[in-house]
């Protein structure tokens, strides 16, 4: 995939701010924004066969893919944003296509426009076989409680089209640009703020039926909704002004990742937000992930193998609306 968008965005769209590859030696390429190197990756970003060769080292049998953030491109003219959305589902759906048993493919989609949102969401599921789509934990300026987002939800109710949200776009200037703050920092809180913006926002009143994942453990969530709570009562003119449901009340509403790096803050996550919430992430293959998938859930003795189980593998179908069967 990476191979295709090296090649597109350097001459396709007119403009700069894409991501381009420069593969600087054999099996790395520098993904390149704008003259400065992002970040250097591996051909297991690229080569499916080279993943399912380190999948098998580390016991993963399937393995749900979605693209690299950075390649969201909510800024960019809509219809550029679609035209590289749909390259890159069409050649993760090739992908799944040709491995089925080994992995699950979720789209991306333009948000800054709902409407040409909303008509890749449908091809993305009744065409191209899509459980669900992973999204930014923004739109530009919008969080994910604005009212231009509600045909997308609609949509995603419709067609029963999970949602896996993850955070983008950080500040990195300032006092965010050292550290790798905007990673440490920057990605946690963008996540706490998806989350509220969902729930005080009322977008699980507007939207009950809507599957909503978010990435890193729910980010700071866990461990302050506590405060996030007290402080919705305490100050409902400024809190509860778009819905009057206090947010401890929407926990076992949504589902996050595992991917905490610690078993007390794990422990906790299971706790807040329910056994059956919890799905194991990896960012894999990037730095900040785990190493070895499910590592941190075996490592758990007070976690019985039906636990572990539903951690693993059982709550992820759950939220994909798939089987163990299609992959047997």
């Known amino acids: 995939m990476m191979e295709t968008i090296a090649q597109v965005n350097a001459e396709r769209y007119g403009y700069g701010g894409w991501v381009q590859l420069d593969h600087h030696c054999k099996g790395q390429a520098k993904m390149m924004k704008d003259g400065k190197v992002f ?35 909510y800024w960019a003219k809509p219809q550029d944003t679609l035209d590289l959305a749909q390259i890159l589902n069409n050649d993760l759906a090739a992908t799944v296509k040709k491995y089925p048993k ?4 979720l789209g991306t989609l333009p948000l800054q426009a709902p409407d040409l949102a909303v008509k890749e969401m449908h091809r993305c599921v009744n065409e191209l076989g899509f459980p669900g789509v992973q999204i930014g934990s923004h739109v530009n300026e919008w969080d994910l409680n604005a009212p231009e987002l509600y045909d997308i939800y609609a949509a995603a109710e419709q067609l ?8 983008w776009d950080m500040q990195i200037d300032g006092r965010m640009s050292k550290y790798w703050f905007p990673w440490l920092i920057g990605m946690p809180a963008e996540t706490t703020i998806a989350i509220c ?9 507007k939207f009950p039926k809507l599957k909503v994942c978010f990435a890193h453990g729910g980010g ?24 009057k449901v206090d947010p401890r009340k929407y926990l076992g509403s949504f589902y996050t990742d595992s991917l905490v790096h610690d078993c007390h803050a ?19 293959p990037f730095p ?31 939220f994909l609306g798939l089987s163990r069967k299609q992959f047997e």
């Open 102 to 105: 080994r992995f699950i493919g």
């Open 288 to 318: 900040l992930g785990e190493l070895e998938p499910g590592k941190l859930i075996d490592s758990m003795e007070d976690f019985d193998n039906k636990l572990k189980d539903k951690l693993k593998a059982g709550n992820a179908l759950e």
């Open 220 to 243: 700071a969530f866990p461990y302050t909704v506590g405060r996030i709570s007290h402080g919705f009562n305490m100050r409902p003119d400024l809190c509860a002004v778009d819905n």
């Open 160 to 167: 029963n089209c999970c949602l896996f949200v993850h955070p």
């Open 39 to 73: 970040r250097v990756i591996q051909e297991n970003c690229w080569d499916p066969e080279v993943r399912i060769k380190e999948m098998d080292l580390s016991g993963v049998t399937v393995q749900v893919l979605s693209t690299v953030p950075v390649m969201f491109s």
């Open 266 to 284: 794990l422990r906790l996550l299971t706790s807040v937000i329910g056994e059956d919430k919890v799905i194991l992430g990896t960012d894999y």
């Open 197 to 205: 913006s969902m729930i005080m926002g009322g977008i699980f009143e």
